[in-house]
């Protein structure tokens, strides 16, 4: 079963505005917790934000965000101000305590950032 | 700024060879991680490692796969006899603890098998 969705393959934001990046997930554990990684060209994964699903604040890293709607199970990933360098592959992913060392992945968004 | 590296950046063997990848996870890391992304495909699990051990493993990782770690610093992945569908992004990842520590990953390992 597909444990993380994300429903966007690709994404277009100007220069400086602001973009969010769709991820849902399902999970029956109560304990769980959510990533976001960024992968730009070169290959390798940048950890990003983590949300713990007992955390009662959105976290925030910089100019990231996290959209944490436990209800809808939902995380999206809000970055402000884009900047070119953030265009690359970003992948939401959980981890349940229960599963505690199987992390899964979405599929990704591919982020282009327009001049 | 404590990171995980791989060894070596690229491989190409051939069908039937076998071939280690090397990681040095961050040094107070106790739990160790490979993944595996085919090109243009999400991440997968492959495995996890703790006390000296395997914790964890999908479907992927069948008997020609193993893991080590042979000394304090490294941890090894080997593939016995690689198979064209192994051709892959292999990453290394580490947390301080399990359960819901965040993975810090590594550079990965493109690997070909011709």
């Known amino acids: 079963a597909q444990k993380i969705t994300q429903t966007q393959p690709g994404m277009f934001v100007q220069e400086k505005e602001a973009v969010t990046l769709d991820c849902t997930y399902d999970t029956s554990d109560p304990s769980y917790g959510l990533f976001w990684y960024k992968q730009p060209s070169s290959g390798e994964m940048i950890f990003l934000i983590y949300q713990g699903s007992y955390d009662q604040q959105n976290a925030t890293e910089g100019r990231y965000s996290l959209n944490f709607q436990k209800a809808r199970k939902s995380a999206n990933l809000v970055i402000s101000a884009s900047q070119l360098g953030d265009s690359a592959m970003y992948f939401c992913?959980?981890?349940?305590?229960?599963?505690?060392?199987?992390?899964?992945f979405g599929a990704g968004t591919r982020l282009t950032v327009k001049p | 700024e404590p990171e995980v590296t791989q060894t070596p950046s690229h491989q190409v063997t051939q069908m039937g060879q076998e071939v280690i990848l090397r990681c040095v996870p961050i040094s107070n890391h106790l739990y160790f991680y490979w993944y595996r992304q085919i090109l243009g495909q999400k991440v997968e699990f492959l495995v996890s490692?703790?006390?000296?051990?395997?914790?964890?493993k999908s479907e992927i990782f069948d008997d020609q796969f193993s893991v080590e770690r042979p000394d304090g610093s490294n941890f090894t992945l080997k593939i016995r006899s690689t198979k064209l569908e192994d051709s892959a992004m292999y990453f290394c990842?580490?947390?301080?603890?399990?359960?819901?520590?965040?993975?810090?990953f590594g550079p990965g390992t493109r690997l070909l098998v011709l």
């Open positions: 992913a959980m981890r349940e305590a229960y599963n505690n060392n199987d992390m899964r």
């Open positions: 990842a580490s947390s301080e603890q399990g359960l819901q520590e965040t993975q810090y």
């Open positions: 490692f703790y006390n000296n051990e395997i914790s964890e």
